[in-house]
């Protein structure tokens, strides 16, 4: 059986900017849970106080949760990439997806902006089967 080489370095990287993402977009979701429950019926007179139109807090709140959500799966994807970078045969389509939904987890933050750098030094790595 011949001994195949795994991209150990890009699975570790890409495997900790994945969590690093997915943290990112829990704590969207978590702030825009926490917004909308002190908001919830009092939606107008924090928008009176704040100075700003009930729509206008409402679309902010409505961007919150689908940034967290583009994080949240961006970073799920991450993870699963990564895993596929570090299967002997498997390296470049997982190193291509985690290029591909770190790039994309931008909108959601991008996990702190590290974990979007570890996600796209870890697709690389796995590319070159590093």
Do not use: N, R
Not at 1 to 10: E, F, L
Not at 30 to 58: I, K, M, N, P, R
Request: aromatic share 4%; no cysteine; net charge positive.
């Amino acid at each position: 059986m011949a001994d195949q080489k795994k991209a150990t370095v890009g699975f570790i990287l890409s495997l900790i900017g994945g969590l690093l993402i997915l943290v990112g977009g829990i704590v969207y979701l978590l702030g825009a849970a926490a917004l909308q429950a002190l908001a919830g019926a009092e939606l107008a007179t924090v928008a009176a106080a704040s100075g700003v139109t009930t729509d206008a807090l409402a679309a902010g709140l409505s961007m919150l949760w689908l940034f967290g959500g583009v994080g949240l799966v961006s970073g799920i994807l991450v993870i699963v990439s990564s895993i596929l970078i570090h299967k002997p045969g498997k390296e470049t389509i997982g190193g291509v997806l985690a290029i591909v939904f770190s790039l994309v987890s931008i909108v959601g933050g991008g996990g702190f902006l590290i974990g979007l750098i570890l996600g796209l030094v870890g697709g690389i790595l796995g590319l070159v089967k590093k």
